[in-house]
């Protein structure tokens, strides 16, 4: 085998990798970001922020008219609230200095 040949089975091996690192990191980035879009399939835009309720509305093809989409976005147990840990370790350093 002569080192032209050789040379050109390197390249191609470096540029499948390289092909294929950026495909990989390309479909990373598409699955790891965030869905902006409601379990009722509505964008979370169209949700109010307090209540959670969502403003859209659902056409019926049953009932042949628009009825508003009765989510209430609920999302499962919500991540603690940042205010309730900072009390709770307020509440701590005061329990230690009682002591
Ligand atoms: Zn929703
Ligand atoms: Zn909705």
């Excluded at 970001?33 to 009722?40: D, L």
């Excluded at 499962?76 to 230690?96: F, K, M, N």
């Amino acid at each position: 085998m002569d080192p032209a040949s050789l040379a050109v089975g390197a390249a191609i091996l470096v540029l499948g990798y390289l092909f294929g690192r950026v495909g990989r990191s390309r479909r990373a980035s598409r699955t790891g970001s965030p869905s902006y879009v409601c379990g009722c399939r509505h964008h979370l835009s169209l949700h109010d922020p307090t209540t959670g309720a969502c403003k859209a509305s659902d056409y019926s093809v049953a009932q042949d008219r628009y009825r508003p989409c009765s989510c209430q976005q609920y999302i499962g147990e919500r991540p603690l609230d940042l205010s309730l840990i900072e009390q709770q370790a307020q509440r701590a350093r005061q329990a230690e200095g009682d002591s």
